[in-house]
C-alpha cells in the first residue's frame, strides 16, 4: 500500500482509530523539527493501540499488552515492530542507546511501522472477515463444525 508523504512522513492508514491518528498527525508535524517528539508521540500512540486492541484485557503497561497479544498469536514480525516503536520512543524520552535528534530518516522511519502495525492488525483482519463472511452458510457451517472437532 502506498501513502502520500509530506517531508518525507506518510499520512495515517486509513484504518487507524481517530484518536491514535491525532497523536500520529501531532508526530509528523514536529517530526522535521524534533525526531525525539515525534517518537516519544508515537509510542504513545503504539501504547494506545495496543489498549483498543485489547480492550478489558489490556495489561499495565505497552511491554504487558505486546506480550498478551503474542500470546494470542501476533506475528513475530508485528511483535518486532511493535518493540522497534516502544524501544526508540522510550529511549527518545529517557536517555538511551538510540539517539534521534540527528537522525530524522530513522524518526521517519516509525511512522511506516506504525502504518504497517494498523494494517496488520486491523486492515488485513477486517478484509479476511469480510471475505470469510460472503462465504455461504452451509460452508461456514461446516468450518465451525471442524474447529469444533479440534478444540476438544
Do not use: C
Request: proline residues 6%.
Amino acid at each position: 500500500m502506498v501513502y502520500p508523504v509530506v517531508d518525507g512522513v506518510p499520512n495515517p492508514h486509513a484504518d487507524m482509530p481517530q484518536d491514535i491518528a491525532i497523536d500520529y498527525n501531532e508526530a509528523r508535524s514536529i517530526a522535521s523539527r524534533s525526531p525525539r517528539s515525534a517518537a516519544a508521540l508515537l509510542r504513545l500512540a503504539i501504547e494506545k493501540l495496543t489498549d483498543a486492541l485489547l480492550g478489558d484485557d489490556k495489561g499495565k503497561d505497552l511491554n504487558d499488552n505486546i506480550l498478551i497479544l503474542v500470546q494470542r498469536g501476533l506475528p513475530g514480525r508485528v511483535q518486532k515492530a511493535l518493540d522497534l516503536l516502544r524501544v526508540i520512543g522510550n529511549n527518545a524520552v529517557h536517555p538511551g542507546k538510540i539517539e534521534l535528534t540527528d537522525n530524522r530518516k530513522m524518526a521517519n522511519s516509525l511512522f511506516d511501522i506504525l502504518n504497517m502495525i494498523v494494517d496488520n492488525m486491523i486492515t488485513e483482519p477486517r478484509k479476511i472477515s469480510e471475505m470469510f463472511d460472503t462465504l455461504p452458510e452451509k460452508d461456514k457451517a461446516n468450518i465451525k463444525k471442524r474447529d469444533n472437532k479440534q478444540a476438544k
